[in-house]
């Protein structure tokens, strides 16, 4: 998946949420703070497949599930709907982060990828927050 991230609004100055950079190419382990903390978390819980951890098998999402799906409009909802699921459930302990969750999904037929903005509320941050993801079904 390829990301993009866009801070719509913010008014923060201290950090709430903190996290090691996800991007293990730099020789230093570096941090990442609120939104970027939050959007990796957000990320993990997408990329995880639903029931693939032994002791939390309720965590993740089922975007997996449909990206062998036919490469139309109607998969792209139920992507759409996998990732929402995802990010309000319970079990991936976001509930208390993230609210006013809102996806689009529009293939591309001309690279086969989903186009994918994910719009959220970043509650404790007072922060909108959109997400660009590419999610490319041969890359699974």
Not at 79 to 85: F, P, T, W
Not at 99 to 121: E, L, R
Request: charged share 20%; proline share 4%; glycine share 2%.
């Amino acid at each position: 998946m390829s990301t993009f991230i866009k801070v719509v609004s913010t008014t923060i100055t201290d950090y709430i949420y903190s996290d090691i950079n996800i991007d293990y190419g730099s020789e230093v382990a570096t941090t990442v703070l609120n939104q970027d903390a939050l959007t990796q978390k957000i990320l993990l819980v997408l990329t995880t497949r639903y029931r693939s951890r032994k002791w939390r098998p309720f965590f993740g999402s089922k975007i997996h599930r449909e990206l062998h799906q036919p490469f139309d409009t109607i998969t792209a909802g139920w992507i759409g709907q996998a990732i929402k699921n995802a990010l309000e459930s319970p079990y991936n302990d976001l509930t208390e982060d993230v609210s006013k969750v809102t996806v689009t999904v529009i293939p591309d037929y001309t690279t086969s990828t989903y186009w994918t903005s994910i719009n959220w509320v970043a509650t404790k941050l007072q922060a909108t927050v959109e997400t660009i993801v590419t999610i490319d079904p041969s890359q699974v």
